[in-house]
């Protein structure tokens, strides 16, 4: 199955900064790329999402830009908030599967 | 709108009992997912139903596992019997797909603990 390589694994910015979190993939197939948030205890929330038509997609804050040729991905936060805090998961669904494969996480800490 | 509901929300119990996890989708959706996260194998997809129909359980770990889905409003996935290393958080998600709407909404999820 595919593989999906997330980086770092940890992320410590200051509040107020910016935050960037990336995603590698090895299928070209793969057509549908979501970010989720996952808070303590909870289910991952869906943040924002891209599809391989399209090369970035913005809502406030939140940021993510797709790069086919070189198979990655990257979420973008700005001006970071305390409640930004959370591990951040890319995800990805392969062509002619339903079910996403995830990164391993990346937890972010924003520093006030 | 009342999201996924999944219960118990925290599951504890001994190996060799069986284990009965619910998932009640989002109303109107027609594919739902069961996903399992650990710490060691992060969040993986266990098996997913289109319409009622399991499509792909190739994630199930073992015969042990089986998940059914009698209805468009419920899912069940059993472990029996279960073993420590079951232990993880089972996680259903739904999604209305079809025409591109890949969108996945999760449940807060079940923590099960096999002692």
């Known amino acids: 199955g595919e593989n999906v390589e997330q980086h770092p694994s940890t992320l410590s910015v200051q509040e107020g900064d910016s935050a960037v979190i990336k995603c ?14 996952q808070e303590l205890g909870k289910g991952p929330q ?42 951040y998961f890319c995800a990805l669904r392969e062509g002619g599967a339903d079910g996403l494969t995830f990164g391993k996480g990346t937890h972010l800490i924003i520093q006030p | 709108d009342a999201g996924v509901i999944q ?9 060799g009992q069986e284990v009965t996890l619910r998932c009640k989708p989002i109303s109107g ?9 650990t710490m060691m194998r992060g969040l993986e997809l266990l098996i997913y139903f289109n319409n009622n129909v399991p499509i792909d359980d190739s994630g199930m770990p073992e015969d042990r596992f089986s998940a059914k ?3 468009a409003s419920f899912s069940t996935l059993k472990i029996q019997p279960s073993e420590p290393r079951d232990s993880a958080v089972y996680f259903c998600a739904s999604s209305l797909m079809g025409q591109g709407d890949y969108e996945q909404y999760f449940g807060p999820g079940t923590r099960l603990t096999v002692t």
């Open chain 2, 7 to 15: 219960s118990p929300r925290h599951e504890v119990t001994e190996m």
């Open chain 1, 24 to 37: 590698t993939y090895s299928d070209s197939a793969s057509n549908y790329f979501p970010w989720y948030k």
């Open chain 2, 69 to 71: 889905m009698p209805n």
């Open chain 1, 46 to 87: 869906l943040i924002i999402d891209i599809r391989s038509n399209v090369g970035e997609k913005k809502d406030q804050r939140i940021a993510v830009t797709l790069n086919k040729t070189a198979k990655h991905f990257s979420l973008h936060i700005t001006e970071t908030q305390p409640e930004d805090s959370a591990v």
């Open chain 2, 29 to 37: 959706h027609n594919s739902l997912f069961w996903y399992r996260q």
